[in-house]
T-cell receptor, first 111, second 112 residues
């Protein structure tokens, strides 16, 4: 069973702080890695994609990938109350194009 | 920005009835997907569709489920005889080759 694991949280950070979200995956052949944000009752919204080892930055967001450790993370700098949501890690496995999602980490940014 | 459109936003159906959920993928995308999310649980893959045929399906996608692209724009999910446990949010997604999947707003399916 191919799994994607996330700490369910909630992760609480003060406004302006850095939020760090983590994800591990079981299939070593995984190729593509994504972070989606999901507000309560809404659909997943793509915020970051990463395909190779290292860091990828987009505005306040940085995704980090370490394939040897099978680990993906998302850093959110200068966290805002509007960042409060569930963050879903999703992995595209080697065979086929389906996404396997983790259960998500709830982030709460306190003003 | 182009987006995936789903209708209806909420569907209430009696158990045993057929239901069709509709999706209009992003126009230049070639890959189409259905996922579902039972309240409080993970987003789960149901089926992917490419070149007018199913490319992959999960164990959830049994004989009660079918997908169709009846014309050049719509992509539908049919549940033939609904069960209480089919109650969930159903998300349609689309992507171009090698690109991330973009999700629609979802259809909330409630089975009574």
């Amino acid at each position: 069973q191919k799994e994607v694991e996330q700490n369910s949280g909630p992760l609480s950070v003060p406004e302006g702080a850095i939020a760090s979200l983590n994800c591990t995956y079981s299939d070593r052949g995984s190729q593509s890695f994504f972070w989606y944000r999901q507000y309560s009752g809404k659909s997943p919204e793509l915020i970051m994609s990463i395909y190779s080892n290292g860091d990828k930055e987009d505005g306040r967001f940085t995704a980090q990938l370490n394939k040897a450790s099978q680990y993906v993370s998302l850093l959110i700098r200068d966290s805002q109350p509007s960042d409060s949501a569930t963050y879903l890690c999703a992995v595209n496995m080697e065979y086929g194009n389906k996404l396997v999602f983790g259960a998500g980490t709830i982030l709460r940014v306190k003003s | 920005e182009p987006e995936v459109t789903q209708t209806p936003s909420h569907q209430v159906t009696q158990m045993g009835q057929e239901v069709i959920l509709r999706c209009v993928p992003i126009s230049n995308h070639l890959y189409f997907y259905w996922y579902r999310q039972i309240l409080g649980q993970k987003v789960e893959f149901l089926v992917s569709f490419y070149n007018n045929e199913i490319s992959e399906k999960s164990e959830i996608f049994d004989d009660q489920f079918s997908v169709e692209r009846p014309d050049g724009s719509n992509f539908t999910l049919k549940i033939r005889s609904t069960k209480l446990e089919d109650s969930a949010m159903y998300f349609c997604a689309s992507s171009d080759r090698g690109q991330p999947q973009h999700f629609g707003d979802g259809t909330r399916l409630s089975i009574l």
